[in-house]
């Protein structure tokens, strides 16, 4: 699956500690309505966390919000101040803005501290090159003007837009996003360039700094259907948290097998990349694009439905349904029951359901858990037992 394309034990405790919020249920809520009933999905982001929220939930996901980052107050971020009067006092030739939210802070900063009015002076006498639609609306906001856009929303493509017209000898000021594409600063020293920087948001330790190894726990165990990201800062912090908990390998293998990884953009995506995983991406690099390729991935790959002598089953992530009527399962004899409906009536030998739920060849255990799922369904004949094979589904 190519980067930039679409389509890549009992945790309740964890589940409450991470303040996981569901939807209120409905008799029976339409599929198209809430496409997400059923999922549970992972948040990692703080700023605009709400909105993604609440965007899940209204569409029917159980959302587990673990924030791995907070952005810093601008009263406690003495460097940015800093940068801002080195770059008032450089004058640059040339300034990229990165981002809609780093351009606004940045302006509301220097406010605060009394040097708005020098910041704008300086900027709107330098070329304003701009990675996207978003930035260069809050550019414009500001009063400046650009004068270039990044065909693709990417920093590299702006760096080489500059690097063709020429960067030797002149001052470049670059405003960054909280993840510094050190690759790009790189390329324009190496050419001439005299770099710049300034980072109106900086990433801390949110509070409640047991939320995000909860959710590591989550994902680890299978207890999520996908993990969301909207900063690549938030995933650096969780391989970090992962790596002081022991957990790395597991959860890597978890995000490769089980727990499906969407990320916003390719910038947020790369450190996911570079860990071996093939996250989704929206080809628009927006919330709302995102959501809607959950949506997309979750309905194509992660909804079972078949007829059967016992009605019609549907299972959308932990939701169950037969005949339109809500059936309660534990982990389990749910995951045993996702498998046989994946086989589509087939024969599941004893060996490999063992091998599913972890149970080392367990007779007694397996045997337990068919018993558990037939006595919490409708009809119990629907499952099966072919003798000296395994299990099916009755269709």
Known sequence: MSLVKTLPAEVAAPAAALQASAPQETAALDPVEAPLDGFRIGVTSHRRSR???EALERRG???LHAPALKIAPVQE???L???TRAIITAQPDICIATTAYGMRRWCEAADSFGIGEQLLETLSACRMFVRGPKARGAVRAAGLADVGISSDETTATLVDMLLAEGVRGKTVAVQLHGYTDVRQLERLRMSGANVLTVTPYRWVKPDGEDRLPRL???VCSGNLDVLTFTSAPAVDAM???????????QLIESLKGTVTVAAVGPVTAQPLVDAGLTPLIPERYRMGALIRLVCEHLALNHVRRLDTRSGNIELRGRSLRINGEAVDLAPAPLLLLRALLGAGGAVLSRESLSELLELRGSVHA???TVSRLRSSLPDGKLVETVVKRGYRIRV
Not at 239 to 249: D, I, L, Q
């Open 51 to 53: 909105d993604l929220i």
């Open 61 to 63: 996901a159980e959302v």
């Open 77 to 79: 971020d003495v460097r």
């Open 81 to 83: 101040i800093e940068d």
């Open 216 to 218: 590591i726990e989550a």
């Open 239 to 249: 391989w970090s948290t992962a790596h002081e908990m022991g957990m790395y390998r």
């Open 366 to 368: 397996l045997d337990m």
